[in-house]
């Protein structure tokens, strides 16, 4: 049975039953975000660093299927995931849904639509999702007074071209899985979650999808993988047992002539 859309907020975003996330854990969330480096390492006094936090809203919980923002809706707010998963996706002239990328705790969606005026794909909660939403007119503003602020939002945009760059180079199934686990790795290792040890919050099909492969494909690669002693699977967690043998396979398919 089709989850219901939740009730249209303000800013572009659709807001889910108004429960605020709670700012319990924000010193722990504030420091692991993507905007971290870019509030505490230009030596911003109180009263800078107040105006960048009087911009967002908190937002959630959304839950798994509910829409974070729609494709062609106006484009006016980006947001850090708090907790939780997000997947973006678009459908194809068949109505089939493509998947674009998945974001995690600490990192912002919506950056693909800052060359538009609209967003030009869907977010979708995959889990219990809690967002920090961020006028985006009112941050570009502020961006010019803040040069880290700027920088770092030109970072999170070139780092959006890179991943999609990293997936293209890489074409045979083997070496994308190796590539898409030690991206999910890296991307929890930064937030100072471990490294070695995962949930993966995406079902396997959706894997499969945003890795252009068949689901059975997918399930395939991680079982060889599993056999070989490279990692552990167990239901959706994942444990990378040698992650210098997954370096150099996901960097052995980009030397092919």
């Known amino acids: 049975m089709p989850i219901a859309p939740p009730s249209r907020g303000p800013q572009g975003f659709t807001t889910p039953n108004p429960a605020a996330a709670s700012d319990g854990d924000a010193l722990h969330f504030c420091s692991t975000c993507a905007f971290a480096d870019a509030c505490h390492s230009q030596g911003y006094d109180k009263s800078a660093l107040a105006e960048l936090h009087v911009l967002v809203d908190h937002v959630g919980p959304y839950h798994a299927g509910d829409a974070v923002f729609r494709a062609g809706e106006p484009f006016v707010a980006i947001a850090a995931v708090r907790a939780g998963t997000v997947k973006t996706v678009v459908d194809d002239s068949l109505g089939n849904e493509q998947v674009l990328g998945f974001s995690l705790p600490g990192e912002v969606i919506g950056l693909n639509a800052i060359h538009g005026s609209r ?30 602020l700027q920088a770092k939002l030109f970072s999170l945009l070139s780092a959006e ?9 890489n ?10 686990l030690l991206d999910i790795s890296a991307r929890y290792a ?19 999808n945003y890795l252009r492969m068949a689901p059975e494909t997918a399930s395939r690669v991680l079982r060889r993988l599993s056999d070989e002693g490279v990692i552990a699977v167990k239901d959706r967690e994942i444990i990378l047992l040698q992650p210098q043998r997954l370096a150099a396979m996901a960097i052995s398919d980009q030397t092919q002539p």
Do not use: W
């Open 119 to 148: 967003y030009p794909c869907n977010a979708v909660a995959l889990d219990t999702v809690h967002l920090c939403r961020i006028s985006f007119p009112r941050i570009s503003l502020l961006a010019s007074r803040m040069p880290g």
């Open 161 to 169: 071209i890179g991943k999609a760059a990293l997936l293209a180079a």
């Open 171 to 180: 074409h045979r199934t083997d070496e994308r899985m190796a590539a898409f």
């Open 190 to 208: 930064r937030r100072g979650f471990s490294a070695q040890r995962f949930n993966l919050t995406m079902s396997r099909s959706e894997i499969a």
